[in-house]
């Protein structure tokens, strides 16, 4: 019974220690204690118990710093280590032809006089027929001569012929051009685009025609 109620008052003594412990963070245990003149009561127990708390957590500080930091940090042996994956940078595309400054800024003006007002998929539509006509034996084997071909009393292309091909073109044109020189589609091998809106010659609608885009008809 004695043994009882040691232990209770030992547990209320606990109680107003951590009270007063959080309100005043200064006031150690052992003050606490002699504040309320029952140091000599509890002393024995009281401090048995705190050497006891003291002995424990030192035993486990020992423990762990005599562990090596491998056992400290779990490391999960059965997960497998993904090897690194080097990502290659693409590489540019290499152009179907090669064609000079020059070439290149011819083309485009042209595409920019054929085309203005097409959309972007049209005026590179525009610039294929040419670089097709290049690598078709019917034709000559240079941008420049296929754009400045003669035929009959008249050029191959009417911009040629009005002047219009002597104006810059957009930038639009010019990246219509760079596309063209590294698309696969090379739109089956149309040679032909035209207007058949205001086409008036007969033989060009004979030819078989391939796709539309804006207000071209393409053929071969």
């Not at 005043?24 to 003149?37: D, L, Q, S, Y």
């Not at 690194?84 to 800024?105: F, N, Q, R």
Request: proline share 5%; with cysteine.
């Amino acid at each position: 019974m004695k043994n009882l109620y040691m232990k209770t008052f030992i547990t209320a003594c606990a109680a107003v220690i951590a009270f007063i412990g959080v309100n005043h963070p200064t006031v150690t245990v052992k003050a606490a204690i002699e504040e309320r003149g029952t140091i000599d009561v509890v002393k024995n127990d009281l401090t048995d118990n705190v050497i006891l708390i003291d002995e424990t957590m030192q035993i486990l500080e020992q423990k762990n710093a005599a562990l090596p930091l491998s056992t400290l940090i779990q490391v999960d042996e059965d997960q497998p280590i993904e090897p690194k994956v080097e990502i290659k940078k693409e590489e540019p595309a290499e152009p179907a032809i090669s064609l000079t400054t020059e070439e290149k800024d011819l083309l485009a003006r042209l595409v920019e006089a054929e085309a203005k007002g097409e959309p972007f998929e049209g005026k590179e539509a525009v610039a294929t027929v040419v670089l097709n006509r290049v690598e078709s034996p019917e034709f000559p084997d240079t941008v420049r001569n296929v754009i400045t071909e003669v035929v009959g009393n008249a050029y191959a292309f009417s911009p040629v012929q009005n002047g219009e091909i002597n104006k810059p073109a957009s930038e639009e044109s010019k990246q219509a051009v760079d596309e063209a020189l590294t698309r696969d589609d090379r739109l089956h091998d149309s040679i032909y685009f035209y207007n058949p809106e205001i086409a008036t010659d007969n033989w060009i609608r004979s030819r078989e025609v391939v796709t539309s885009i804006g207000n071209h008809v393409f053929a071969k």
